[in-house]
């Protein structure tokens, strides 16, 4: 079956041959042509067996030896490029050879053109193609991490004379040598960028004819079988001319663009993308603006371009464009149709592509939207492209496609949801189609979350509560995606994964967590062009307490790439950014940074800074071109440490262990906990949107924040939600529950980290199962929060105190309560056990004590707690009071009266009871016990053994009366049990004020 596929495949290109096609639509002078989509042959494992040419002359490459080479077709090999295959080197001595079919005439020039990536810029000599001997061919030299493609002849070159140079890893390489008719005009590209060589060139004396013997055609090797290739190889071209002539600019521009589509990659240099007709279907002038990332699909049947879905290779790049309403794994196997001449090409303006630009739209068809991309992308349709597909990775809430014939964008563009998705290659994609005109725009707008709803400069933010993929307790972390922008970390190369821990009263305040345990894990992504877009950047890290070195190496939380072309050969690469736990013996936590060209670091504690021993740490690193600062759980950032420029850094971020890949790196990880990473990359933060992010992090993790006097706690709003200037005694222990919907903050229950907390609140009677449990009662409104801190007294001896007609006891702590918004029913557990001595007997009741002022005279409640094991439980409901509230816990010390019903005395006859209810069998004196009778003094006997007597009860409105009963028929005493506010209630009046409804909550013996 394997052998007719590929004849008929081999028919086809050979028939179609006839027709003329040729890369780009250039047939002339084309000698050999590799393209990894067409002559392939492969054995069962997906290894090349054999690979055809698909030019006039047919040159069959096969393995050298038992040459090990994949083919990256989405099947076993998955080393694709832009949905099209490749195939694989890996630096040895596997490559692929013809030495036996006569293709080349020795005479005249050689042009050769190559797409490939490289997968190490260690310095070495990486042949594309050798069409003969020693050096004779293309490749690519890598000196000191930047690439020059260099055609040599025999051993006379000069790399540096060659080119032009790039620090990029992949591109279109093209060159000629030697063109002996004019050697000075001799010329190499560079994903279209041109450089005239010196001339003359390679060097002085060098020979310039080609060899007249040994001449084959080797792919991934010289003609020695050295200078091994390493990484991906997509396409090889060479067009021989016998005069000793170039390609002509026009003809050149065709073939570079023909791969630049079929790649997507963006040709460095601003010029026109042409079809074979010499067509342009991108113009650089109009479009200059947008020329960044260019890309798209295609159909040009004459320079074989059927390019149906599309993304830039650029690193960080996540659009696609395809034709009609589908995507597929392949490229080939999209079943979607263009016709010849339709091209959509798409380039963006630069910016940065995430939510970041406010645009309010509540009711956008699919949902409501707060911000949008700063990327703006622009559209040239030529040929009428008719419905498109466009995706982008699944993540972003309320994801829209908005499309504009303008630059500008508001709601009154037209906001297409993208509610449909896909799966392509695993990653989840949204969807949406239409129809775009030429010389349209677009843009992505979306509900942006963000840490205190701080947008701006944010880049990533990851948060173990979302995308930490896992099966339960202490199973492994596999892939950790940021809530932000979508970036996945996952497995780095050999390492393994750190663990998921679930939230628990002392872990994270309810809330999860990821466990490093062992050396050598890591969870990461090199492949992101980016981690900071500016020498100014914040980055925010919440950690628990007892982070410990595991090894003698540099031991890392988090680490950032200095520079993405510097990834393997040297242990300062993965040192652009280091939040080090350094290793076993030093107690520094110190701040590593490189500059980009690796020629300086900075290893030093700025500000003597460091983790915070006995509780966790929301660590604020500020990081300027020469300096860094640190700010510890909200407190002021100490003085800075200073060193030389660093430069703007660029590559991914792992945290754990950098030590993988055989890359040279020291940086092994520490053994700890982390909750929360949040990296600002285009800029410092200001001091209030710093205190709205540490707010949404102490508020989640039960921290209290440094400043509170001064610098108050705010929501993502700029709500004031805990003033701390209001009574500077209770700011210690700050903890509550809130809900704050662009943070994706709902805390349901809590507990302050502190080692001296006794108190937890929920908004539902469970202090156990953690923050995320469904089943917890939900904060019914975004901007509601109730947050409570106290007077850290923690002298045990009770103090005696009046509550009205009644003596009691409160313990030492007080509480003050900041209540914003409306959050019904709170409960709240205490630990009392240090005080239980000092109650009067077993069994007495312990009252929460609430009042408008801490001395509890002034809107008094007392709360009866219920004990459950060792812990009391209260319940209240303060949202028609005072939105502060003081509170502590107490008990009665006035003795309990009870008075007995009239009985009979001198002149005064006993009073028979004459009616009752009972749910008994017996009655009157017909029973021994004289029932009712017996009871003496009482209108009204009740008597069950399994009833109780029930009250009138109804929902109390805002105002404070009972619904449905008319204020007109408001009697004293009249007895109604609040459902509401969950007591019972008499209409009666206190110390003579005014009438109204009163909860009875205070056991007593009026006269």
Known sequence: MRKFKLFLFVSVISSVWLYGQSPGGVSTDLSVWYKADAGITTNASKKVTQWDSSSPTSVILTPSGTAYIPYNDQTTYTNMWNFNPTLSYDGTNNYLRNTTTAYLNPAGSVHYIAVARLSSMTNAYRNLFAIAGNDDGFFLAVNSNTVYPMPTIGNNFNYPAAGPSSTNTFGIYSAILPKTTSQGSQRGFNSGTRKIYTSPYPITGGAYALPTTGIGAYLGADGTTGDNFQGDIAEVILYHSISGGDLTDADLQKIHSYLAIKYGITLEASQNYVSSTGSTVWNETINTAYYHNVFGIARDDTGTLYQKQSKSVNLSQKLIVGAGNSLFNTNSANTNTLIDGQFLIVGDNGLKQSLSIPLLYPTAPGGEVNNRFSSVWKVQNTGNTGTVTIAWPKGTSNLHLVRSTNESFDAADQFIPMTLETTLNGVVYNMATVTFNNGEFFTFAGYAHAPGGVVNNLGYWYRADKNAVNTGEGTDVTSWTDFFSGTVSSKMYENTFPKYVKGAANYFNYNPGINFTAVKQSLGNDQIASTVTSTDYDIFTFTKEGWAPLNNANNRIFSALANINFQRGDIAYWDGIGVNKRFAGNTADEVESVTVNITDRYLAVPGGINFAATIPSIMYNRFGNTTVSRGLNGGANGANGVFSPRGILTGGHVFGSTIFNSNGSDNDNAAGHIGEAIIYGSGNLTETE???????????????????????????????????????????????????????????????????????????????????????????????????????????????????????????????????????????????????????????????????????????????????????????????????????????????CYKPGAIATAGNPALISKVGISSLTRAGIQNSDNWPAVRNGAWLVLEARTKGFVVNRMPFDTSGNPEGIPAADFVEGMLVYDTTNKCLKMYTSQNGGSFAWFCISTQTCPD
């Open 690 to 896: 710093r205190r709205r992010v540490d707010s949404y992090l102490a508020i989640k993790y039960g921290l209290t924040l440094g400043r509170t006097a001064t610098n108050h706690y705010l929501s993502s709003a700029e709500t004031v939600v805990w003033n701390g200037a209001q009574n500077t005694s209770y700011n210690s222990n700050i903890f509550g529950l809130g809900r704050d919907d662009i943070s994706a903050l709902h805390q349901k229950v809590s507990v302050s980290v502190n080692n001296a907390a006794i108190l937890t609140m929920a908004t539902s009677n469970d202090f156990v199962t953690d923050n995320l449990d469904a089943s917890r009662t939900v904060i019914s409104d975004d901007q509601e929060f109730f947050i409570a801190g106290d007077n850290n007294d923690t002298d045990l001896p009770m103090v005696n105190v009046t509550l009205g007609s009644n003596t009691g006891k409160i313990i030492q702590r007080k509480w003050l309560s900041q209540r914003t918004g409306t959050l019904e029913n709170t409960y709240f557990q205490a630990d009392l056990s240090a005080y239980e001595g000092q109650f009067n007997i077993p069994g007495t009741t312990v009252y929460m004590v609430i009042g408008d002022d801490d001395t509890f005279t002034t809107n008094r409640l007392l709360i009866p707690g219920t004990k459950v094991g060792n812990k009391w439980i209260f319940n209240h409901n303060f949202d028609s009071e005072n939105t502060k509230r003081y509170f502590t816990f107490g008990v009665l010390t006035t003795e309990v």
